[in-house]
């Protein structure tokens, strides 16, 4: 568990930021985790592995006997951080650089880990880009665009691409976010992706379920990762999360054994379609 403190002292980096940079520093090793071979011979692909939920999520998949690859913009000092952390279990794995708002580096991504790693069996699908504006009228069509070309268009490539490579067994995990159960008033664009995020899990989860491939979504409520600090002003940072009724924002070892409950069959083989929530203890309608 982390401390109940919600503040965090007043700060900001530039995008995409640094794991190093932040105050106080994330808890995303999984120090604590214990595996229990649950993904024993596995392959998993991550987006967005390189820091923060991504980071957490390869190592408790490492932990759980997986091989990984990870995928990320240009975070290079953070990406070989969470290499070593997976290697460091013993398992293998490939970082990939570069950026997945491009539709040839989504199938990319997929070639490369099949390639070099041997298969595929489990993707999570969780990069993504935001930035809080005031108005609606601050979003113009570039950033709308590239909004939705990161945080949504990248999940259906990536996924695309290895549908050929996933076989009965099989786990897609897609991050989505509170916002996308709620909206944001700041995150509208974002927001809006998230929503987007939530209804492609249900269309895959029942168009694939023939196959044998199961398809949810973690949506965590805030989490402290370096998105927090490279987007908001100081005074949202200082007071990120606290809002919730746990009164502080997450830490990523709090959300990645979502994941692992996901991505293991011994778990959650029952499990399609479905969206967790782990957002502390606030309430949704509906």
Known sequence: MSDDTSRHPPQQQDPPGRTADMEPGPRDEMRGYRGRDLLEGR???????????????????AKEGADVALAYLDEDEDAEHTARLVREQGGRCLTLRGDLGDARHCAEVVERTVAELGGLDVVVNNIATQEPVDAPEEIDDERWLRT???????????????LPHLGRG?????????????????LIDYSATKGAVTALTY????????????VNCVAPGPVWTPLIPATMPEDKVESFGEQVPMGRAADPDEIAPSYVFFASETLSSYYTGEV?????????PG
Do not use: W, Y
């Not at 967790?276 to 949704?284: K, N, Q, S």
């Open 170 to 186: 099989s786990a897609i995990i897609n991050t989505g976010s509170v916002n996308g159960l709620r909206g944001n008033k700041s």
């Open 148 to 162: 939705f070309e990161v945080n949504v268009h990248s999940f259906f490539r990536v996924t695309r691409a290895a």
């Open 203 to 214: 269309s895959l989860a029942q168009s694939l379920v023939d196959r044998g491939i199961r």
């Open 43 to 61: 392959v998993a692909l991550v987006t967005g592995g390189d820091s923060g939920i991504g980071r957490a999520v390869c190592v408790a998949f």
């Open 276 to 284: 967790l929530a782990p957002v502390g203890g606030e309430t949704m």
